[in-house]
């Protein structure tokens, strides 16, 4: 696993989680006695720490004193995931492997479904694989669209969502292996001309697409797993499912 690094965004604020008292980065929230960012790592133990990089921002001390020993980049101002990943690129530029890229507050997240998306990833020769799920309801999260052949089409964040688009209920995870040359070629390519005015990662694999490389879709994520904790709600269900395992 030595050809593959993994980049867990971790810089938000997690201003919906924002309790009197506490005023901590969102992944190092508690859920059961642990951050939500300890379960994150936990799941990518099968890659060595220092092919590990945490990408902080807000109170980026409180990150680095509990994670010392994981290389990290530092996304000063929140400008979207995109921008998240831009600002780790030095950290990728001369390195010619795959990166899984993650988010650090998705504690349910398992070790074999990283594991399952580094598998097909690897096995279909693709440039970039995303993780995928099938929900009731796609809710807030972005769609995946397919070609008429089921092949990857793109990505429609929830809020950029046609009427129909919004009814398609295979969603994004925001997990993703990518061929690092072919991402770094994209994050130069992203425009920040949608809804929120930010650089999405999510719009890199079309990018890719378009270039010619090959884009595959992991859909081995349950609904259960891809939860991530944004509001005090979200961060109770999360641990009382951990307290349940």
Request: aromatic content about 4%.
């Amino acid at each position: 696993m030595n050809n593959i690094k993994a980049l867990v965004l971790a810089a938000g604020k997690g201003t919906r989680l924002r309790t009197e008292g506490i005023n901590l980065p969102k992944v190092m929230r508690l859920a059961d006695g642990k951050p939500l960012l300890h379960y994150v790592l936990t799941a990518l133990d099968f890659l060595p720490r220092e092919n590990v990089i945490l990408v902080v921002g807000y109170q980026k001390e409180a990150v680095l004193d509990a994670y010392p020993q994981y290389p990290h980049a530092v996304q000063e101002v929140q400008n979207g995931t995109g921008h998240a990943v831009q600002c780790a690129a030095h950290l990728l530029k001369d390195f010619d492997g795959h990166v899984l890229i993650c988010c650090g507050d998705t504690p349910l997240m398992q070790r074999e479904t990283f594991q399952s998306l580094v598998d097909i990833h690897l096995k279909q020769g693709n440039a970039c694989t995303m993780l995928s799920a099938i929900l009731d309801e796609g809710g807030n999260y972005g769609r995946v669209l397919r070609e008429e052949d089921g092949s990857f089409k793109c990505i429609v964040e929830a809020r950029d969502c046609t009427p129909e688009q919004a009814a398609v209920r295979e969603v994004n995870v925001g997990a993703y292996l990518f061929r690092v040359p072919e991402l770094l070629s994209a994050l130069s390519q992203l425009k920040n001309d949608n809804a929120q005015g930010e650089l999405y990662l999510t719009d890199c694999p079309a990018i890719i697409k378009a270039a010619g490389h090959r884009v595959g879709i992991c859909d081995t994520c349950s609904a259960r797993e891809m939860l991530g904790v944004n509001t005090v709600e979200q961060l109770q269900e999360v641990e009382d499912i951990l307290r349940g395992r």
